[in-house]
């Protein structure tokens, strides 16, 4: 199984309605983060969070809220999705640097979502 | 704020060697990694280097690190089709203000037969 799931795989809804997506981890990694993939424009950090009561806001957080549920559990929503918003998601976890680690990111497979 | 700057697209032939490169402009940066992304596939960690190494050599992979000119590179010695994908450059710094991963746009890598 893999360390990093994300559900849905695939979604596609209609403008105005609420979507979220969710992100569990077995990594044990306190760290957990939100990207948006959009061709050419790479990757952008929505949100993160580095601990079950640190949520922090990325480069794009408008229109996105999230949730950590638990240390395993990320979960992102988009309020009223707007076609905008149409792109693929990633959640990836870290562990922190005081594991004196590399702080690489370890990632999901991606949500891809689709708003008409 | 902090920036990585990398070209969207290379295009090289079976069995030659394909070179990615990667600017940056944050001096702090501490660890600077390659990801690859297959199709339909997330990032994974291909290879990283610490910034007071100038190189890192993984079989195939050779890594560059000019910290003067805060320039990294990516070597793929002997390019096969499926080295075909998209490669991230990114960059971090204990001191950033986010303690994340400052990614480039990627740069889409075509191998042909």
């Known amino acids: 199984d893999a360390d990093v799931t994300q559900t849905p795989r695939n979604r596609i809804t209609k403008t105005g309605k609420r979507i979220m997506l969710e992100c569990s981890q077995t990594?044990?990694?306190?760290?957990m983060y939100w990207y948006r993939q959009d061709p050419g424009l790479g990757l952008q950090l929505i949100y993160y969070s580095f601990d079950v009561k640190d949520i922090n806001k990325g480069e794009i957080s408008d229109g996105y809220s999230v949730s950590r549920q638990a240390q395993a559990k990320f979960s992102l929503s988009l309020e009223s999705a707007i076609p905008n918003q149409t792109a693929l998601y990633f959640c990836a976890t870290s562990a922190s640097y005081r594991d004196a680690n590399t702080g690489e990111l370890f990632f999901g497979e991606g949500s891809r979502l689709t708003v008409l | 704020g902090e920036d990585v700057e990398q070209s969207l697209f290379l295009s090289v032939r079976e069995g030659d060697s394909s070179v990615i490169n990667c600017t940056y402009t944050?001096?702090?940066?501490?660890?600077l990694y390659w990801y690859k992304q297959e199709p339909g596939a997330g990032l994974q960690l291909l290879t990283y280097?610490?910034?007071?190494?100038d190189m890192k050599q993984d079989q195939r992979l050779t890594v560059l690190l000019n910290k003067k000119d805060k320039h990294l590179s990516l070597r793929i010695a002997d390019t096969q089709t499926g080295d075909s994908a998209i490669y991230f450059c990114?960059?971090?710094?204990?001191?950033?203000?986010?303690?994340?991963?400052?990614f480039g746009k990627g740069t889409k890598l075509s191998v042909k037969p």
């Open positions: 280097i610490f910034s007071n190494m």
């Open positions: 990114a960059e971090s710094s204990y001191g950033g203000s986010q303690g994340n991963l400052i």
């Open positions: 990594k044990g990694h306190d760290r």
């Open positions: 944050d001096s702090s940066s501490t660890y």
